[in-house]
């Protein structure tokens, strides 16, 4: 059993957590599940999910310009968490959410 796909996810800063809404290979479509880590559950596994991604703004704007913008340009690698969360579960197979009908 192991994460299928990544429906959404959800980082709140504030808390220090990631919402995360997936498929497992047992699931329907019609199924999905909804769980809510902590980013430093990620960390102590040796994940890094969170990303700076300002590639795009490289050419309009100057190194030394980038700590005026905010937060919103922090991305996460799908195939980073999928990774993350499938060992994730390994290890807590009692934490995986019960699968809810959309």
Known sequence: ???Q????????????TIEVSFRLSIDSEDEMRTDIISLNEATDFGFDLIQE????L???????????FDDEFK?????????????????HPNRIPKSEFI
């Open 58 to 68: 490289t050419e309009y704007v100057e190194d030394d310009e980038f700590d005026d």
């Open 1 to 3: 059993m192991e994460i």
């Open 75 to 91: 991305s996460v690698d799908e195939d980073v968490l999928i990774n993350f969360m499938n060992e994730y579960y390994i290890v």
């Open 53 to 56: 991604n300002y590639d795009f």
């Open 5 to 16: 796909e990544i429906v959404s996810y959800y980082i709140y800063e504030d808390s220090n």
